[in-house]
């Protein structure tokens, strides 16, 4: 008896991992910025090159060098913004 339980309590949390693990990649993801800058990255970045890696700039550099390198992948300064946000709180 007690071994059904444990075995029930086991699946009935796998599931739920997964269940929120599938919402947060599908639903919520929506309006969060870092989906926006993800899906910006993926879009834009890596037409020329694999996506960037967080350490290749402190923080502060980001802005900078995105508003120069904008020009290259086409982005507006709003998904400037977005995206020097998203890399510098990596
Ligand atoms: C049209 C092609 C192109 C697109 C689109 C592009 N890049 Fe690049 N990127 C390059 C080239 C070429 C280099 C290497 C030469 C240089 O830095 O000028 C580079 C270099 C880089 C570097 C390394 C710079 C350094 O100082 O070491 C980073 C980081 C980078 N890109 C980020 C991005 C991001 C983020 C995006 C998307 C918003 C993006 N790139 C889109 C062409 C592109």
């Known amino acids: ?45 890596q037409m020329c090159h694999d996506l960037p890696q967080k350490n290749m700039k402190a923080p502060e550099e980001w802005k900078p060098f995105l508003e120069g390198h904008a020009a290259r992948a086409e982005l507006t300064q709003e998904q400037v913004e977005t995206l020097a946000k998203y890399l510098a709180a990596r």
């Open 1 to 45: 008896m007690a071994m059904k339980r444990t075995c029930f309590l086991y699946i009935f949390s796998a599931a739920f991992a997964a269940c929120m693990g599938l919402a947060f990649m599908t639903g919520c993801g929506s309006n969060d910025p870092n989906a926006e800058a993800k899906k910006i990255l993926e879009d834009r970045c």
